[in-house]
Antibody, heavy 121, light 103 residues
Framework: QVQLVQSGAEVKKPGASVKVSCKAS????????IHWVRQAPGQSLEWMGW????????KYSQKFQGRVTITRDTSASTAYMELSSLRSEDTAVYYCARDPSTTAAVHFDFWGQGTLVAVSS | DIQMTQSPSSLSASVGDRVTITCQAS??????LNWYQQKPGKAPKLLIYDASNLEVGVPSRFSGSGSGRDFAFSISSLQPEDVATYYC?????FGGGTKVEIK
């Protein structure tokens, strides 16, 4: 069965960076895109960026451009999201999600369990 | 950027009631509209994609409709396990969410 398993919770100080992993299993990793979505406490969902796991092409939300880097390791079937220059407003649960669409009809059929990143001095 | 306006932000209904949530896009999005359910402390779960397609394994009491700018999501007979927050999504933008509770 398809599973996305994320790395554990992190506590970081302002100005630091965090790297969250998302290990995929149960399907051909390189055949799907992986997106990253975050959710601040009590807030809605916010898209951050995505990676084509096959060719490594990435696209980022303008809001996070310059601070976020999404990569993948095909040999490990794992995607990574690194966010730098952390501030308190980046405290959130970060999710990876699989996108099965091949057109503009983006949707997310499987999600990781979420990784809490807390930024505090 | 396309904006998504979801309403209401919360609702309370009795078990067995029909519940409807709406989502309006700021421009024509054809049928590129999805609906998710999120229970506390859990990841979102895809229920409906492309406006009206029921995801595999999702109970048939959930349905979606609409095209263009106006979309609706319904639960035909509200069950206790449906208590959750529901989100619409257009491409890379999510609505503000609707918290559904039992009266």
């Amino acid at each position: 069965q398809v599973q996305l398993v994320q790395s554990g919770a992190e506590v970081k100080k302002p100005g630091a960076s965090v790297k969250v992993s998302c290990k995929a299993s149960g399907y051909t990793f390189t055949s799907y895109a992986i997106h990253w979505v975050r959710q601040a406490p009590g807030q809605s969902l916010e898209w951050m960026g995505w990676i084509d796991a096959g060719n490594g092409h990435t696209k980022y939300s303008q809001k996070f451009q310059g601070r976020v880097t999404i990569t993948r390791d095909t040999s490990a079937s794992t995607a990574y999201m690194e966010l730098s220059s952390l501030r308190s407003e980046d405290t959130a649960v970060y999710y990876c999600a699989r996108d099965p669409s091949t057109t503009a009809a983006v949707h997310f059929d499987f999600w990781g369990q979420g990784t809490l990143v807390a930024v505090s001095s | 950027d396309i904006q998504m306006t979801q309403s209401p932000s919360s609702l309370s209904a009795s078990v067995g009631d029909r519940v409807t949530i709406t989502c309006q896009a700021s421009q024509d999005i054809i049928n590129f509209l999805n609906w998710y359910q999120q229970k506390p402390g859990k990841a979102p779960k895809l229920l409906i994609y492309d406006a009206s397609n029921l995801e595999v394994g999702v109970p048939s009491r959930f349905s979606g409709s609409g095209s263009g700018r106006d979309f609706a999501f319904s639960i035909s007979s509200l069950q206790p396990e449906d208590v959750a927050t529901y989100y619409c999504q257009q491409s890379l933008t999510f609505g503000g969410g609707t918290k559904v509770e039992i009266k």
